[in-house]
Nanobody, 114 residues
């Protein structure tokens, strides 16, 4: 069955960096685009970033453009989210999603606070 497992979240000060990972299993990872979303308390789930199967096409949410970078390593079935210059508004649960089908990970908490 499809599984997505995120890791790498934590507590970081404003201006700091984190790298999130999402390891996929149960499907041909290299054939699918992948998304990162985030969910903050009281807010709608927001698309953060997208990467195409061959890593040729990228999309970013307006609020993270220029600060976050999505990448993937198909050999190890993993998609990454490098987050730089973090702000308190980036505090959320970050989830990865396969581009098709309702397949989500359980999420990893990112808290940006001094």
């Amino acid at each position: 069955q499809v599984q997505l497992v995120e890791s790498g979240g934590g507590l970081v000060q404003p201006g700091g960096s984190l790298r999130l990972s999402c390891v996929a299993s149960g499907f041909m990872f290299s054939a699918y685009g992948m998304y990162w979303y985030r969910q903050a308390p009281g807010k709608e789930r927001e698309m953060v970033a997208y990467i195409s199967p061959g890593a040729k096409t990228f999309e970013y949410g307006d609020s993270v453009q220029g600060r976050f970078t999505i990448s993937r390593e198909n050999a190890v079935n993993t998609v990454y989210l490098q987050m730089n210059n973090l702000k308190p508004d980036d505090t959320a649960i970050y989830l990865c999603k396969r581009s098709t089908g309702n397949y989500w990970g359980q999420g990893t908490q990112v808290t940006v606070s001094s």
